[in-house]
């Protein structure tokens, strides 16, 4: 049955099936990476389709009770009618969470990152390691029982304040649903650290790591740099409003 559902929606949704390409510019075949998510993954999903199953059933026929009490015959039309949609919608909530399971895809390079996921939207990004400034494994207790994790990058930009949370939303990006979350981490900061101890990154990137004598700046510098920078704009921001 999820097949056949599976081959009436695809087509619809238009959503590309295969994995998507490696981010362009790297140069070391033997470091591009092709990560899945765990199929424990999948498993934990569908237990919160069953709830939601669960709990949009029970809310169903207690509607349905009401609508024969109260309406008789007609009463008994309509809750047929809401139990056929209920179906559907439960059936297509169940076909795109196992889809977004198949269609999510995670790639390393020497350089970048590529994330994409979804069904309904599809959301593809890429991070080159020129912008990541912080790599870290989180696990929930749900996700604990499956035995997943999930690894959350941060690139420049990216705020921890509930102020910034809508604005450092697109500097965020999650690999969900791995049962190696550990090893893919070290594996990510492994990439990192060669990135930089080689001196790659964009010309303007090593522009900004650059001081006058043209030697190359400390990180902890750049980041005072990068700060420094920000603080200046938003006070002529402020001035200019003012003014």
């Known amino acids: 049955m999820y097949e056949t559902l599976k081959s009436l929606l695809l087509p619809l949704l238009k959503v590309p099936s295969e994995a998507p390409s490696p981010p362009p510019g790297h140069t070391d075949a033997a470091s591009l990476k092709v990560f ?3 199929p424990d993954y999948l498993r934990y999903r569908l237990l919160f389709w069953t709830i939601y199953a669960v709990v949009w059933g029970l809310g169903v026929l207690i509607v349905s009770m009401v609508l024969l009490v109260t309406l008789g015959p007609w009463g008994a039309l309509l809750a047929l009618l809401l139990v056929a949609m209920s179906v559907v919608k439960v059936a297509i909530v169940y076909v795109s969470t196992r889809l977004d399971y198949e269609l999510r895809w995670y790639i390393l390079t020497d350089r970048s990152l590529r994330i994409r996921e979804g069904v309904w939207i599809v959301r593809e990004v890429t991070l080159t390691f020129a912008n990541i400034q912080n790599v870290q494994v989180l696990q929930g207790p749900v996700e604990r029982a499956f035995g997943i994790s999930n690894i959350m990058i941060q690139t420049a930009g ?3 304040g509930q ?4 604005l450092s939303d697109s500097h965020r990006a999650m690999l969900r649903g791995l049962d190696n979350a550990p090893e893919v981490c070290q594996l990510i900061l492994d990439l990192l650290r060669r990135y930089r101890g080689a001196g790659l990154g964009d010309h303007d990137d090593r522009e900004t790591r650059q001081v006058t004598t043209g030697q190359r700046v400390s990180p902890t510098t750049h980041q005072l740099l990068i ?3 920000d603080a200046a704009r ?3 921001q402020v001035v200019d409003v003012t003014s």
Do not use: D, T, Y
Not at 163 to 166: D, G, H, I, Y
């Open 36 to 38: 899945r998510a765990s």
């Open 158 to 160: 990216g705020g921890s």
């Open 163 to 166: 102020k910034e949370q809508q």
């Open 227 to 229: 700060e420094i920078r």
């Open 234 to 236: 938003s006070v002529r």
